[in-house]
């Protein structure tokens, strides 16, 4: 991995259609099917402060901003209640695709045909309860953002508690999604140091993985640093984790035409290249699709206008 990052991003390419019903587009996961088909799941979320998930799929990034969004509150076996902050991908030794998102507890969906967003199955939990290390540390945050990667023998729940702690429970590839225990306490920081936004992946051809977790920076935006570890149960040690040397913040990003549409570069995923459990991605064409806001909105955090765009890495030297 480079030791520092530079990145060049889009406008907003994602933003709620007029039918979705929903005032922000945020939370973006992003997969690609083996037909060549992008699979961008987000959060939706309306007037009332009512939060669900959403899809869209399109074959090429420039049909992004017109490709169907269907709401999967009312189109799927999701249903409706609390839902948010999707995390997808295929499920390889069971040939299924999972939807993982918070409901309040770490939930999941599944289906057979991504193409087919009515499919999706209604939620089953990970978990039925807050195991009692997040109780004891949680303070006044919420456990929540939950993502899942596996290596070849075993499966790890990440997830963020709005409190300055990364989360870590585990079971194997043969119980999954069944078993998930054993949760620990993998970082920890103060809570705008390690607030939430978190995603954990492989580095192609490596034992070594890369965690990227969201902060609060010092001017009040969202930013990203990232960890190191050689192996999901190693020590995760300090990449570019600071404000003057970050993963991804306001001060390492350029856009399209100067445009700064953003001064938040928030809660994302790295599109990768594999579609399965492992979460690989290239180190050398990173690209993030994330969320951001017009710098001068403001108000209720349900109602901030977030869009969706993507930013690519332009590192030298990688």
């Not at 699979?39 to 992004?64: C, K, N, P």
């Not at 919420?142 to 499966?155: E, G, P, Q, S």
């Not at 034992?207 to 010092?218: H, K, N, R």
């Amino acid at each position: 991995m480079p030791e520092s990052f530079q990145w060049s991003s889009t406008g907003p390419l994602i933003s709620p259609q007029p039918g979705l019903n929903s005032v922000a587009a945020k939370d973006p996961s992003v997969v690609q099917d083996e037909d060549g088909t992008w699979h961008v799941f987000f959060t939706r979320v309306d007037t009332a402060g009512d939060w669900g998930l959403a899809h869209t799929g399109f074959e090429d990034w420039s049909q992004a901003a017109d490709a169907k969004q269907t709401d999967l509150e009312t189109a799927s076996g999701i249903g409706t209640g609390y839902r948010a902050a999707p995390h997808a991908f295929y499920f390889a030794p069971k040939d299924e695709w999972y939807l993982v998102y918070q409901t309040g507890l770490p939930s999941f969906s599944t289906t057979t045909d991504p193409d087919d967003p009515t499919s999706w199955s209604a939620p089953r939990n990970f978990m039925d309860s807050m195991p009692d290390i997040v109780k004891e540390n949680i303070g006044d945050g919420y456990w929540l953002d939950f993502y899942v990667i596996c290596d070849d023998t075993d499966c790890y729940l990440f997830s963020a508690d709005d409190n300055g702690h990364v989360y870590r429970s585990e079971t194997t590839v043969a119980e999954f999604p069944g078993g998930f225990g054993n949760t620990q306490i993998v970082l920890s920081d103060t809570k705008n140091n390690l607030f939430e936004g978190g995603a954990v992946y492989r580095v192609e051809g490596t034992d070594t993985y890369l965690l990227i977790w969201e902060a609060i920076g010092s001017d009040g935006r969202r930013w990203y640093r990232s960890f190191t570890s050689q192996g999901l149960s190693g020590q995760w040690q300090p990449l570019a984790d600071t404000e003057a040397n970050p993963f991804a913040r306001s001060n390492n990003v350029t856009f399209e035409g100067g445009n700064a549409w953003t001064r938040d570069i928030s809660h994302g995923e790295l599109i990768r290249t594999t579609r399965d459990q492992t979460m690989t991605l290239d180190p050398c064409n990173l690209q993030l699709l994330y969320q951001g806001m017009d710098p001068a909105a403001g108000g209720e955090y349900s109602q901030l206008p977030w869009r969706l765009g993507l930013a690519t890495q332009t590192t030298d030297g990688c």
